[in-house]
């Protein structure tokens, strides 16, 4: 089933609410026509990802300290703190694209460091990432409709699937259907990150994890790309893991939040409250160096 909550676990509905600090309700962001689960937000519905106890050593060196956060389907988080502070970790750990020294990281309630190899490769078509660089998923070699759909090739879809699928992505990043035919470099910075993003959505990923995928944009491109992110993630009811030193845009994009420092959370909740009524001191210090 394209694009249900349930992918990455291959099962049952996992919707529901399911962060740990106690949300508000999140808005229903779901895909037309899916089924709604009976109870979306009960109690102890399985979250689509879960980070339980995660923590991550490099070369005898603590750089994540015992993090823990669950994020139901359609919903976003920001991953904020200052440069080392451990976000990029946390995204690769959350892509499975590294284990964890200690903990779980979990989709849809499996671990995916327990998941037999054949089966995570198969699921990973449901679990996106959008990089700083776009040319991270973009080969310069290659014309990008073809970086767009290889994807698709774990998905088993035919030539003409394919490339139907190909030009809805490139209309939901509002580019025409001959951006196909080009090479990365004959697009601007912003388009190149549309162009990722593109390649992101082709497989209708149940989550997609973004790190910085504003911060190599001017000004200008970067809100573009935020509202982009917004609708295609309202409307496509895509899980949003943002890592970002941006707290306005945390604010328009995530409805939780999770500050890091030194590899620790130090507060986390709805974006809100983190944002707007900070705890701790430092998450204060990061607002204050906004204003
Ligand atoms: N593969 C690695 N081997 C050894 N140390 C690493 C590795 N990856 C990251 N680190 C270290 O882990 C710490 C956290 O790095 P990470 O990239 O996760 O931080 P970050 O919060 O994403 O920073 P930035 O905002 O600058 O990208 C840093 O001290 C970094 O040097």
Redesign the pocket.
């Known amino acids: 089933m394209d694009g249900a909550p349930g992918v990455l676990g291959g099962g049952a509905m996992t919707q529901g609410r399911a962060w740990s600090t106690g949300s508000p309700q999140p808005q229903p962001h779901r895909h037309p026509g899916l089924q709604e689960p009976a109870e979306p937000h009960a109690a102890g519905a399985t979250p689509l990802l879960e980070a339980d106890d995660v923590a991550q050593r490099?070369?005898g060196?603590d750089?994540l300290r015992r993090v823990s956060f669950r994020l139901a389907a359609g919903e976003s988080l920001g991953i904020i703190?200052?440069?080392?502070?451990?976000?990029?970790?946390?995204a690769r750990l959350l892509m499975a694209l590294e284990r964890p020294s200690q903990g779980h990281v979990r989709w849809s309630g499996d671990d995916v460091n327990a998941l037999p190899a054949a089966v995570l490769r198969a699921r990973r078509a449901r679990v996106q990432m959008v990089f700083q660089d776009p040319y991270s998923s973009l080969d310069p070699r290659w014309r990008v409709g073809r970086s767009i759909t290889e994807p698709l090739h774990l998905l088993r879809m035919t030539a003409d699937e394919r490339q139907q699928r190909l030009h809805e992505v490139l209309a939901a990043v509002q580019l025409e259907p001959d951006a196909a035919e080009r090479f990365p470099h004959q697009f601007s910075g912003g388009q190149r990150q549309r162009l990722a993003i593109a390649r992101a959505l082709a497989t209708r990923p149940a989550l997609i994890v973004a790190d910085?995928p504003l911060s190599a944009l001017d000004v200008s491109v970067q809100a573009q790309i935020l509202v982009l992110l917004r609708d295609l993630q309202r409307r496509e009811g895509i899980s949003l893991v943002m890592?970002s030193?941006d707290l306005p845009a945390v604010e328009v994009l995530c409805d939780h939040a999770l500050v890091?420092r030194h590899?620790e959370v130090v507060e986390q909740g709805p974006t809100r409250a983190v944002l707007g009524d900070p705890r701790h001191a430092y998450t204060q210090a990061l607002l204050a160096a906004l204003a």
Do not use: C, D, F, M
């Open positions: 490099y070369a060196r750089v703190g200052e440069s080392g502070a451990g976000k990029s970790t946390l910085e890592v030193h890091l590899g």
